[in-house]
C-alpha cells in the first residue's frame, strides 16, 4: 500500500505564505502524477494543483500566479508553495498521488492538514 504524510499547515496572515509537503512511502513500484485538493466547510474538495510523473504542473484558476507546485522524484515527495495568502485559502488540504502498488493504478489520499488565513 502506499501512505501520504502531508506537512506544512497552519495558521497565517492574508498576504503571507506556507510551503505544504506530502511524502509517499510503502511498496509500489512508482508514484505517478500526485497533487493537492482542498475543502473548504461546506463546499466540495476541489482541485488545487497536480503534477506529473515528468513535472508538468496543472492549476485552478484560483491560484494561478500565487500557488507552485513542484516534486522530488527521488523523494517520493511533492511540495506546494502558497505565496499572497488569503482567506479564501483557508481550507483542509489534501495531498493525492496514483501509485500502482500490485500493477493496477490507484488513487491514494493523506489525511490533510488545515490552512488558515487571517484577514
Known amino acids: 500500500q502506499v501512505r501520504l504524510v502531508e506537512s506544512g499547515g497552519g495558521l497565517v496572515q492574508a498576504g503571507g505564505s506556507l510551503r505544504l509537503s506530502c511524502a509517499a512511502s510503502?511498496?509500489?513500484?512508482?508514484?505517478?502524477?500526485m497533487g493537492w485538493y482542498r475543502q473548504a466547510p461546506g463546499k466540495q474538495r476541489e482541485l488545487v494543483a497536480s503534477?506529473?510523473?515528468?513535472?508538468?504542473?496543472n492549476y485552478a484558476n484560483s491560484v494561478k500566479g500565487r500557488f507552485t507546485i513542484s516534486r522530488d522524484n527521488a523523494k517520493n515527495t511533492v511540495y506546494l508553495q502558497m505565496n499572497n495568502l488569503n482567506a479564501e485559502d483557508t481550507a483542509v488540504y489534501y495531498c493525492?498521488?496514483?501509485?500502482?502498488?500490485?500493477?493496477?493504478?490507484?488513487?491514494?489520499w493523506g489525511q490533510g492538514t488545515q490552512v488558515t488565513v487571517s484577514s
Open positions: 510503502g511498496s509500489f513500484f512508482s508514484i505517478n502524477a
Open positions: 493525492h498521488c496514483y501509485a500502482n502498488p500490485d500493477g493496477v493504478l490507484r488513487l491514494y
Open positions: 503534477i506529473t510523473k515528468s513535472g508538468t504542473p
